[in-house]
Each structure stands twice: as structure tokens, then as C-alpha cells.
């Protein structure tokens, strides 16, 4: 992770950013380790440090252990960052939110969204309730997965009647393609935020099953890909070393940090007993991002800035 996060750093530089291009080697197999030299290479000379230095010291041993698991919490904030600004940059890029006829907003673009949230809580809910546990021979709770379908669906209900002025604005310039940015944001991040909720659902709730680190495995790949499309196509900070040549480098270091989190968090048992499950830690870190995606909602939604510029 320090390894991809050093290159992150540097990797504007053009002495850096060739040897992490495929395009400057020949043949397959060089294309292929190539750019996997100087992130296998750093990351050598830092274990190497760490194990002489740091490594016999038991007390700083703990407390790296601590500071690593304690950016689980980060990790899984960004995660929800990366999927919301993704979803709205994607959405704000197609065609359909480009139209300008004007299109005054009616009280179903707020009903079509509340009913998508129960659409996709139930599906999600007998998705995960009877079909997934029957195909993999478990015990299925069909009480705890009402719970979760009404749970989750006065969650996102409440959060879609706080995002109401955002969905059904008294503005006279609203036009087709905000209805539809709206309407694709919105059931975008509902689905979401559905299927985080019900992962951490039954990783609290019930017992871990053989379909969780396939589950996971997806959830990171979306989510680093996600990242890479946010920083690379949307970054309007000052932040001069993200940029679309430091974008996979830093997706990598988040993907590197997710699980190495995880990792240490769980296995803190002593002074984390709550979570030193690994089933448990995921569910955490589900709940987190589902959070995020909840209070995100109404910003993922707005009218884009410059828009409001050009009406000005």
C-alpha cells in the first residue's frame, strides 16, 4: 500500500511515469511485469526497513497494527465516495441528462423513486433470504430478512423525503434531462445503498457462508474501479499528484489498505472482541458505506454547477 501511495505521489514526473507504462515495452511478457518493477521494488526497500527497524519493538508493532485497522473506517467512507461520484459523473455524462426541453417536476419523480426503494429492498431481501442460502444449502431466517426489508426501506424512504426539495424543485428551468439525472442517480444509489445494507445484514446478523468472499472480491473490484473513474475524470481539487496518470496507482493503494485493514482489524480480538470477526469487520465496513451513500444522496442529485452558471 505505501508502496503505491509513494508512486501516487510522484508518479506525475515523467522519469517516474515511464516505467509505470506497458506502452514502453515490447513484447507480452515485459508489457505484462514491467510496470510491476518499481511498485515491487519499493515495496522491498520499505519491508526491508520495517523488518530492521521497527519490526523487534512489540509496542510500535501494536500500535501500527492499530493505526492500520483504525483506517478501515476511511476506507470504508471512500468506498462510498468513490461509488456516488462515479454514478453521477457517469449519469451526468449520457445523453438522456443532456436534453434541455423543459420538464416541470411532478410528484412521481418522487414516488417512482420510493417505489424503486421497495422494489429493490424486496428483491434484494428474497435474493438474499431464500434464494442464495437454498443454492448453498443454509439455514435461511426469513423473520430477520422482514426486518431487514423494513429496516432498510424506512431508511431510504426517510432519506429520499430529506432529498425531496432535490427531486421535486420549485425551479421553472428544469428541464427533461435533469428529471432523467435524477431518476438514474437516484435508483442507482438505491440499489446500492439495498445491497449494502443487506450484506451487512447478514454478515451481523447471521453466520458467515462460502458466497461472502466472492461477494467481497466484486464489491472491491466495482469500488477500485469506481475510484479510478472518480479521480481520473472528476478531479477538480488542487491536488496536482491525482491526476488520470496517478489514478490506478492510487486505486491500488486503496484495494492494498481495504484489506490489509480488515486483516488487522480482525485479528485484534483482544481489544476488539465485537469485531474481530472477519464476518462481523465486513458488516461494519458495510453499514459505513451504505451511510455514506445515504447522507450523499442529496448532493449525488443536485444540478451540476456549471449548469447553474450557464442559467446565470
Given at each position: 500500500?505505501?508502496?503505491?501511495?509513494f508512486?501516487g505521489?510522484?508518479?506525475?514526473?515523467?522519469?517516474?511515469?515511464k516505467?509505470?507504462?506497458?506502452?514502453?515495452?515490447?513484447?507480452?511478457?515485459t508489457?505484462?511485469?514491467?510496470?510491476?518493477?518499481?511498485?515491487?521494488?519499493l515495496?522491498?526497500?520499505i519491508?526491508?526497513?520495517?523488518l530492521?527497524?521497527?519490526?523487534?519493538?512489540?509496542?510500535i508493532?501494536?500500535?501500527?497494527?492499530?493505526?492500520?485497522a483504525?483506517?478501515?473506517?476511511?476506507w470504508?467512507?471512500?468506498?462510498?465516495?468513490?461509488?456516488?461520484?462515479?454514478?453521477?459523473d457517469?449519469?451526468?455524462r449520457?445523453?438522456?441528462?443532456?436534453?434541455?426541453?423543459?420538464?416541470?417536476p411532478?410528484?412521481?419523480?418522487?414516488?417512482?423513486?420510493?417505489?424503486?426503494?421497495?422494489?429493490?429492498?424486496?428483491?434484494?431481501?428474497?435474493?438474499?433470504?431464500?434464494?442464495?442460502?437454498?443454492?448453498?444449502?443454509?439455514?435461511?431466517?426469513?423473520?430477520?430478512?422482514?426486518?431487514?426489508?423494513?429496516?432498510?426501506?424506512?431508511?431510504?424512504?426517510?432519506?429520499?423525503q430529506i432529498?425531496?426539495?432535490?427531486?421535486?424543485?420549485?425551479?421553472t428551468?428544469?428541464?427533461?434531462?435533469?428529471r432523467?439525472?435524477?431518476?438514474r442517480?437516484g435508483?442507482?444509489?438505491?440499489?446500492?445503498i439495498?445491497?449494502?445494507l443487506?450484506?451487512?445484514?447478514?454478515?451481523?446478523?447471521?453466520?458467515?457462508?462460502?458466497?461472502?468472499?466472492?461477494?467481497?472480491?466484486?464489491?472491491?473490484?466495482?469500488?477500485?474501479?469506481?475510484?479510478?473513474?472518480?479521480m481520473?475524470?472528476?478531479?477538480?481539487?488542487?491536488?496536482?499528484?491525482?491526476?488520470?496518470?496517478?489514478?490506478?496507482?492510487?486505486?491500488?493503494?486503496?484495494?492494498?489498505?481495504?484489506?490489509?485493514?480488515?486483516t488487522?482489524?480482525?485479528?485484534?480480538?483482544?481489544?476488539?472482541?465485537?469485531?474481530?470477526?472477519?464476518?462481523?469487520?465486513?458488516?461494519?465496513?458495510?453499514?459505513?458505506?451504505?451511510?455514506?451513500?445515504?447522507?450523499?444522496?442529496?448532493?449525488?442529485?443536485?444540478?451540476?454547477?456549471?449548469?447553474?452558471?450557464?442559467?446565470?
Amino acid at each position: 500500500m505505501i508502496s503505491y501511495i509513494f508512486l501516487g505521489i510522484i508518479g506525475n514526473k515523467s522519469s517516474i511515469n515511464k516505467w509505470l507504462l506497458a506502452d514502453r515495452y515490447s513484447s507480452f511478457l515485459t508489457r505484462l511485469l514491467g510496470p510491476l518493477i518499481l511498485p515491487l521494488l519499493l515495496m522491498s526497500i520499505i519491508s526491508t526497513i520495517i523488518l530492521l527497524t521497527i519490526a523487534g519493538d512489540k509496542n510500535i508493532r501494536d500500535l501500527w497494527a492499530v493505526s492500520l485497522a483504525s483506517l478501515f473506517v476511511l476506507w470504508s467512507i471512500g468506498q462510498g465516495l468513490a461509488l456516488k461520484t462515479s454514478i453521477r459523473d457517469l449519469v451526468l455524462r449520457s445523453k438522456s441528462s443532456k436534453k434541455s426541453e423543459i420538464k416541470t417536476p411532478t410528484s412521481w419523480d418522487f414516488q417512482r423513486l420510493i417505489l424503486g426503494a421497495f422494489i429493490f429492498t424486496a428483491i434484494i431481501g428474497v435474493f438474499r433470504g431464500i434464494i442464495v442460502t437454498n443454492f448453498i444449502g443454509t439455514d435461511s431466517d426469513l423473520v430477520s430478512w422482514m426486518i431487514y426489508y423494513i429496516v432498510c426501506f424506512s431508511l431510504i424512504a426517510i432519506f429520499l423525503q430529506i432529498a425531496k426539495d432535490g427531486i421535486v424543485p420549485l425551479d421553472t428551468s428544469w428541464t427533461k434531462g435533469d428529471r432523467n439525472r435524477v431518476h438514474r442517480t437516484g435508483q442507482l444509489l438505491i440499489l446500492l445503498i439495498a445491497w449494502h445494507l443487506s450484506s451487512a445484514w447478514s454478515r451481523l446478523f447471521e453466520n458467515g457462508n462460502s458466497a461472502m468472499l466472492f461477494e467481497e472480491i466484486i464489491l472491491v473490484i466495482i469500488t477500485v474501479v469506481s475510484a479510478v473513474w472518480a479521480m481520473s475524470n472528476r478531479n477538480r481539487s488542487s491536488i496536482n499528484f491525482i491526476s488520470k496518470d496517478t489514478a490506478i496507482l492510487w486505486a491500488i493503494a486503496f484495494g492494498f489498505g481495504y484489506a490489509g485493514s480488515i486483516t488487522v482489524m480482525s485479528g485484534l480480538t483482544e481489544s476488539l472482541p465485537i469485531l474481530g470477526d472477519v464476518s462481523q469487520t465486513l458488516g461494519v465496513g458495510h453499514v459505513l458505506t451504505a451511510i455514506t451513500l445515504l447522507m450523499g444522496f442529496k448532493g449525488s442529485i443536485s444540478r451540476p454547477i456549471e449548469f447553474n452558471s450557464e442559467e446565470e
